[in-house]
């Protein structure tokens, strides 16, 4: 249950609407801004403990939800503030083990306020029985799906913040981004927790048909910095530590069906500063 401050916080945050859907791809034409490609969502399916395959599917309040523009580390050495940058969003990115009727898949989640709400793609806890949430310090704890979205491919997973101490992500405005703009994806590829890789913005406001079934992801940011399965539902940050975006697809080639290099998409920040409250609000899936 949410008090009267709380929804008064976020009045001014759900007017940060994010892009319309578009139509379905095939009333499209080829100057929509529609990239007809086939797009693998990140979770991992595991069935009978044994790694099977990569996961394709159809679809791709908080009162204390941290936003802002916070300043970066100082400093000119890159490298050194890679580091920062790591050491600080680090210990915010979660790894995600889901147990379902037929498999178990692996993804990642971010936490964004300190009652224990993790964001994450909704394709990583769909059809789940059990949840259970392994953060960067090895400890697991199991969490409960409060809501999920199909259309927005966004879900959101609570754990007991009495049982562990939380770090909490600092939501960026992804309104404010720039194609060339340095950013680091963080996640459990391939269910290797805490993996770090870097790159940068390739393009704003893409439009992602799964070539296999027309399902979009409006509004995507575009980026090279390597994302794998498992790194579904976690962190895209900018070089001030800011969580910009939620890794959520990469393009396969459709000749030779295997990843095309750099070509991974994200689901924007402020599209989950509007959605994730939702979620909590009226804790349900649609």
Known sequence: MYGPD????????????GPSRPDPPAKRSLTSGIIAICALLLAIVFGGGMLAGWQFADRGILGDLQTGN??????????????????????????????????????SGVVIDRRGYII?????VEGRQSVQVVFATGQAVMGSLVG?????????????????KLSVATLGDSSKLRVGQDVMAIGNPLGITQTVTNGIISALDRNVANGDNGQMLSGAIQTDAPINPGNSGGALVDMHGQLIGIPTLAAINPETKTPANGVGFAIPSNRVKVIAPQLIKHSKMS
């Open 120 to 124: 994450t793609n909704n394709h990583v």
């Open 70 to 107: 916070a300043a970066g580390p100082d400093g000119d050495d890159r490298e050194a503030l890679r580091e920062q940058v790591i050491a600080s969003v680090e210990p915010a990115v979660v790894q995600i083990n889901v147990s379902g009727s037929s498999n178990n898949s692996v993804g």
């Open 6 to 17: 709380e929804d008064q916080q976020f009045a001014a945050q759900n007017t940060l609407a």
């Open 148 to 164: 999920g979205s199909a259309a927005e491919d966004l879900a959101v997973v609570q754990v007991d913040p009495a049982q562990v």
